[in-house]
């Protein structure tokens, strides 16, 4: 099962692979999975997604977060975040929605986003707003 298939999509745009070690600032506009490690910063249009496995020291900033790995930075997400089985997040969350599931492991704070309008403007890109509008409509 792909990890995407958790938010409903199929197959993801990029693909950071087990053996890379990425550092950095990326910006991608369609899903990306990190089954690798990062270090840096990431800025996504839709879905990120940390594979079981994969090691990440970023901020993450995305429509939709999916957390299989482990992750040490924050996470903010205007949609939902998801920490699936066997996941490690150290950090802070904000977001409108959250899935913890039973073995996860969160060590950190959350903060809950009440309503699309109440987002922080200018956190995000230009295409995440755009996006994060046309859900609301």
Do not use: N, W
């Amino acid at each position: 099962m792909d990890i995407l298939s958790v938010v409903g999509v199929p197959q993801p745009a990029h693909r950071i692979g087990p053996e890379a070690r990425v550092t950095g600032t990326l910006r991608v506009k369609e899903p990306l999975v990190i089954e690798g490690r990062f270090e840096g910063r990431i800025e996504g249009g839709s879905v990120v997604a940390v594979a079981s496995g994969a090691m990440v020291r970023a901020d993450i900033v995305a429509d939709a977060v999916v957390l299989a790995g482990r992750v040490e930075g924050d996470v903010e997400a205007s949609s939902k975040v998801y920490l699936l089985s066997g996941c490690e997040m150290y950090g802070s969350i904000r977001t409108a929605r959250i899935s913890i599931a039973d073995d996860a492991v969160f060590e950190g704070s959350c903060e809950m986003l009440r309503a699309p309008d109440e987002i922080d403007i200018f956190a995000y890109t230009v295409d995440q707003l755009r996006y994060s509008l046309k859900k609301v409509k």
